[in-house]
């Protein structure tokens, strides 16, 4: 019963340099969001989609790409990682009718340093 | 824009006291509120609230929204150790996405 993985949970990047954030739901969940979690801000959106092939910008978009290939994963990509991406980036996912009601269904968490 | 602030931003008790976390808002097309917990891995949800005056209660948290007057409590009785965690407000403005806006979160720690 694995709900919603990410992968990896920690990386150490230098200034610059590219990554990718994995995330996979085995819920089937329709919405996936990608947030950011910094000390005393709360969760920020960053990305999200409400279907595979979709995505839309959130909150704080810049500097990050995504991808909705596959209805179970939703990507999330730095491509020249900057300090201020240092963060704890959490994946969320619902089911649509959810999407009313807002219940979102979290990862544990992928803690990002860039040096 | 959007908006969600809660308040204290961080509470110190010791078991046994009752706590009180605030969240206010402004939002469009207000939908519903929910209260996460989180301790140190990923948000857990609580509550969902959609109308004013009713209390939603879970052992002994309980949550209540004034859509009046734009805010929300949750209240914890007889802490414990335990429910040591950053308690998150966060209000569905959109039913169209599923999208929350979160606030800074409350920082609460019970000590024995």
């Known amino acids: 019963n694995a709900g919603v993985t990410q992968t990896p949970k920690f990386r150490v990047l230098k200034t610059g340099q590219s990554m990718t954030l994995l995330c996979a739901q085995d819920m089937n969940h329709e919405y996936m969001y990608w947030y950011r979690q910094d000390p005393g801000m709360g969760l920020r959106l960053i990305h999200y989609s409400v279907g595979e092939g979709t995505t839309a910008k959130g909150e704080v978009p810049d500097g990050y790409n995504v991808s909705r290939l596959k209805k179970q994963n939703f990507l999330l990509g730095l491509e020249s990682a900057a300090p201020s991406q240092t963060s704890v980036y959490f994946c969320?996912?619902?089911?649509?009718?959810?999407?009313?009601?807002?219940?979102?269904?979290f990862g544990e968490g992928s803690r990002l340093t860039v040096l | 824009e959007d908006k969600v602030v809660q308040s204290p931003l961080s509470l110190v008790v010791h078991e046994g006291d009752t706590v009180t976390l605030n969240c206010s808002y402004e939002v469009t097309n207000f939908r519903s509120l929910l209260w996460y917990k989180q301790e140190k891995k990923a948000p857990t949800f609580l509550f969902m609230l959609t109308s004013s005056g009713i209390e939603k209660k879970s052992g002994r948290l309980s949550s209540i929204l004034d859509k009046k007057e734009l805010f929300s409590i949750l209240n914890i009785t007889a802490t414990q150790t335990g429910d040591s965690a950053v308690y998150l407000c966060a209000v569905l403005g959109s039913s169209n996405t599923g999208k929350l806006i979160f606030g800074q979160g409350t920082t609460l720690q019970v000590k024995p």
């Open positions: 969320a996912s619902s089911y649509p009718w959810t999407g009313v009601t807002g219940e979102l269904f």
